[in-house]
């Protein structure tokens, strides 16, 4: 007992010791060996020592005082990242049960419990295997009040290009808790299907090997669509606006995170054609006849004929990632909001599934377009698909820009 008693003051020492770091005069230097004093009790397996410096560093947490809040917050948000990537399954019980604590003294921008959930199953997806998430989802899926973690994190596993569609235990959880539900996250397969081939390829790192956010970039198909003149036979292409807000409202669904910034523009509209336009017929014309703001007083448009994966991929990104001041959706309801605006765009009907989606895909034709300004930011975040809808008789239009 007395061993006990030792161990446990010489951890509330080191906390204090840590702490202090954070609220003296040693400025960057004392976050620099605070961070590795977070290390080194990774390294020693010290994970519920870790998860009582995260509750003292918001506890203690003055946040009157920024520049020191902000020391706080780097500190604290470390202490999540080890716990997320550390290959044990002690660890990631440990980081399930910080995700229940709160988060309001030690943060500088207000984090809603939603956006630290999601933010802990990407790094739990990044960091631990396939078989850590299932040991985890075992021991944990009794626990209604993880579930929504568990949901987020199992769909990250997914993302990443593991299918779970053959686990039992992924099957179960699904069904038990979340379809009986209505969960929405319930509506996603347990394995990639072809359209997001290319989701995994933006999906963000962590640790040694972290990247901000994954970069943002078009896919671009072999097939350049820039110089296809418009149909010689018959009359012109008549293009009649089609106003349906709750369309409009599920086209842009994946881009709404870029929205939200201080700098986003979105642009989404729906067409009637007269006459219908075949699939081999679609290029830079029908942009150009077509009266958008996003091209508008454009010299150059640069136009590619790509499959629904090279749409599918960017809307994810900009879902999951957000945009330049805006936070993203996260792994598991970016996927969601990225099907929902596909299915929009490809006149799917509200609450159509993802199989029902695809199916529509593959039968409409794809282009997406860039231009230098006006209206685009031309930067890391912009984005321009045009879609053709099965028939040729309909057409949807969606561009989103962002910048720092």
């Given at each position: 007992?007395?061993?006990?008693?030792?161990?446990?003051?010489?951890?509330?020492?080191?906390?204090?010791?840590?702490?202090?770091?954070?609220e003296?005069?040693?400025?960057?230097?004392?976050?620099?060996?605070?961070?590795?004093?977070?290390?080194?009790?990774?390294?020693?397996?010290?994970?519920?020592?870790?998860v009582?410096?995260?509750?003292?560093?918001?506890?203690?947490?003055?946040?009157?005082?920024?520049?020191?809040?902000?020391?706080?917050?780097?500190?604290a948000?470390?202490?999540?990242?080890?716990?997320?990537?550390?290959?044990?399954?002690?660890?990631?019980?440990?980081?399930?049960?910080?995700?229940?604590?709160d988060?309001?003294?030690?943060?500088?921008?207000?984090?809603?419990?939603?956006?630290?959930?999601?933010?802990?199953?990407?790094?739990?997806?990044?960091?631990?295997?396939?078989?850590?998430?299932?040991?985890?989802?075992?021991?944990?899926?009794?626990?209604?009040?993880?579930?929504?973690?568990?949901?987020?994190?199992?769909?990250?596993?997914?993302?990443?290009?593991?299918?779970?569609?053959?686990?039992?235990?992924?099957?179960?959880?699904?069904?038990?808790?979340?379809?009986?539900?209505?969960?929405?996250?319930?509506?996603?397969?347990?394995?990639?299907?072809?359209?997001?081939?290319?989701?995994?390829?933006?999906?963000?790192?962590?640790?040694?090997?972290?990247?901000?956010?994954?970069?943002?970039?078009?896919?671009?198909?072999?097939?350049?669509a820039?110089?296809?003149?418009?149909?010689a036979?018959?009359?012109?292409?008549?293009?009649?606006r089609?106003?349906?807000?709750?369309?409009?409202?599920?086209?842009?669904?994946?881009?709404?995170?870029?929205?939200?910034?201080?700098?986003?523009?979105?642009?989404?509209?729906?067409?009637?054609?007269?006459?219908?336009?075949?699939?081999?017929?679609?290029?830079?014309?029908?942009?150009?006849?077509?009266?958008?703001?996003?091209?508008?007083?454009?010299?150059?448009?640069?136009?590619?004929?790509?499959?629904?994966?090279?749409?599918?991929?960017?809307?994810?990104?900009?879902?999951?990632?957000?945009?330049?001041?805006?936070?993203?959706?996260?792994?598991?309801y970016?996927?969601?909001?990225?099907?929902?605006?596909?299915?929009?765009?490809?006149?799917?009907s509200?609450?159509?599934?993802?199989?029902?989606?695809?199916?529509l895909?593959?039968?409409?034709?794809?282009?997406?377009?860039?231009?230098?300004?006006?209206?685009?930011?031309d930067?890391?975040?912009?984005?321009?698909?045009?879609?053709?809808?099965?028939?040729?008789?309909?057409?949807?239009?969606?561009?989103?820009?962002d910048?720092?």
């Open positions: 007992m007395g061993k006990v008693t030792a161990r446990m003051g010489t951890a509330s020492d080191e906390t204090n010791e840590t702490i202090r770091l954070l003296g005069d040693a400025g960057d230097e004392g976050v620099v060996r605070a961070c590795e004093a977070v290390e080194s009790w990774t390294k020693a397996g010290r994970w519920q020592d870790l009582a410096l995260a509750e003292a560093l918001e506890s203690r947490c003055e946040p009157g005082d920024k520049t020191r809040r902000g020391s706080f917050e780097t500190v948000d470390h202490v999540e990242d080890q716990l997320a990537l550390a290959a044990e399954d002690a660890a990631i019980d440990a980081l399930l049960e910080l995700s229940l604590r988060r309001q003294r030690s943060v500088e921008v207000p984090r809603p419990r939603s956006l630290r959930i999601r933010a802990f199953a990407s790094r739990l997806g990044y960091g631990q295997t396939p078989q850590a998430f299932l040991g985890a989802l075992e021991r944990a899926r009794e626990r209604a009040e993880l579930h929504e973690l568990l949901a987020c994190w199992m769909h990250e596993v997914v993302l990443r290009g593991s299918s779970l569609a053959n686990e039992a235990r992924a099957s179960r959880f699904r069904e038990e808790a979340l379809v009986k539900a209505g969960h929405p996250l319930a509506a996603l397969p347990l394995e990639l299907r072809p359209t997001e081939r290319e989701a995994p390829s933006y999906m963000p790192l962590y640790g040694d090997k972290g990247l901000g956010r994954a970069i943002d970039t078009l896919a671009s198909g072999p097939m350049s820039r110089t296809i003149p418009p149909p036979d018959g009359a012109a292409v008549r293009a009649t089609v106003d349906d807000p709750g369309v409009i409202d599920l086209m842009t669904a994946a881009v709404r995170p870029w929205a939200e910034g201080k700098s986003g523009k979105v642009e989404a509209k729906v067409f009637a054609l007269d006459p219908q336009v075949s699939s081999s017929a679609v290029g830079s014309w029908l942009l150009r006849a077509l009266p958008l703001e996003s091209t508008a007083a454009s010299a150059r448009l640069d136009v590619s004929r790509i499959g629904p994966e090279g749409v599918f991929g960017p809307l994810f990104s900009a879902a999951s990632n957000g945009g330049a001041y805006s936070s993203g959706l996260g792994g598991a970016g996927r969601l909001a990225a099907w929902i605006s596909l299915g929009a765009l490809v006149g799917a509200e609450g159509a599934g993802v199989d029902a989606i695809a199916k895909a593959a039968s409409s034709t794809f282009l997406t377009f860039r231009t230098p300004g006006p209206w685009f930011h930067v890391a975040w912009d984005l321009g698909v045009l879609v053709v809808r099965e028939g040729g008789r309909s057409v949807a239009v969606l561009a989103a820009t910048t720092e």
